[in-house]
């Protein structure tokens, strides 16, 4: 059984910042990729930011370009995201996610991700 579970969310005004963790944990469980997805109400998943292992490649979505760092450690299956300048428009639920197979780049859609942890919520208040 693979888990990944979040911490770290909260409610925080326009202009501040929040760190959410994540941690994996399972039998034999490695990764290619980690990174963040995020959904607020009445709107699709989408892509936040990740990491892939090999190359220690980033990639970041262009909303959160310049205020977010994801960054993490491979061999201890944890993944973190810094959130700066939060805005009311980041107010979402944040998920961890993990994929298994090789990846050369840094996947941004659902399907090509394994794991999902249950979701962190994070309110930016105006």
């Given amino acids: 059984q693979v888990q990944l579970v979040e911490s770290g969310g909260g409610l925080v005004q ?41 190359g220690s490649r980033i990639r970041y979505a262009d909303s959160v370009q310049g205020r977010f760092t994801v960054s993490g450690d491979n061999a201890k299956n944890t993944l973190y995201l810094k959130m700066n300048d939060l805005k009311p428009e980041d107010t979402a639920v944040y998920y961890c996610v993990a994929r298994r ?21 994070v309110t930016v208040s105006s």
């Fill in 14 to 54: 326009a202009g501040g910042s929040l760190r959410l963790s994540c941690v994996a944990s399972g039998r034999a469980f490695s990764t290619s990729t980690m990174g963040w997805f995020r959904q607020a109400p009445g709107k699709d998943r989408e892509f936040v930011a990740g990491i892939a292992w090999a």
């Fill in 101 to 121: 197979r090789l990846a050369s780049t840094v996947a941004t859609t659902n399907a090509e991700y394994d794991y999902w942890g249950q979701g962190t919520q």
